[in-house]
């Protein structure tokens, strides 16, 4: 009877928030686990944002063009990724934006200047640059994170596809093997080959453009 009423984004909200509590009942039917019922709630949040953003895309005229390669930052600016990792086997999952303001509570009480967090959580980033009120846990993280970013102009949040954050992405999958805050003073070797790579392929396209 509701989904005869709803329309439009509601009808879409709705559906999705359905179809994350049967997916949640597979889990604990079939896979004997049990996430918070939160999971249901932000599952719906990022697949309703995904599909707006597939809606929007599809009335574009013409498609942007899309570096999926990770690009070094301009002169005398800094580059921190964020992300966080889903283990679907188990209730142990990370957020987004937990880990932002993690990264922007560390980076303003740092020496660098001028630094562009990146990640590829995409809902995070339009949540940070708008002024819409989100009555949540989630909400409350968000606008701590503006907080910050109003009070320290030399910080810029940005998004970027998950190709070009794969550095972060693997660290945030290895997170689950660490009991505790992890620093590290050497490049981990779980992401040494992904940096080699990813400055490979930058200097490979620089020479190109001076051979040019």
Known sequence: KLLGHLTGSDLTSFTLMLWCIWRRRNDKVWKESAPPPRTSIQLTEQHFHAWQSAQRNLTQNASPVVNHRWTKPPTNTFTCNVDAALFKDSSTFGFEAAAMLEALQYLIHSPYENVCVETDCKQVVDHLNNTHVLHSEY??????????LRSHQNLQVRFIRRQVNRVAHTLARVSR?????????????????????EMSEVHLLQKKKFTN
């Open 139 to 148: 909400g409350i993280i968000i606008n701590q994170c503006r907080s910050l």
């Open 177 to 197: 093997s660490s009991a505790s805050h992890q620093s590290f003073d050497f490049i981990p070797p779980c992401i040494a080959s992904l940096i080699i790579n």
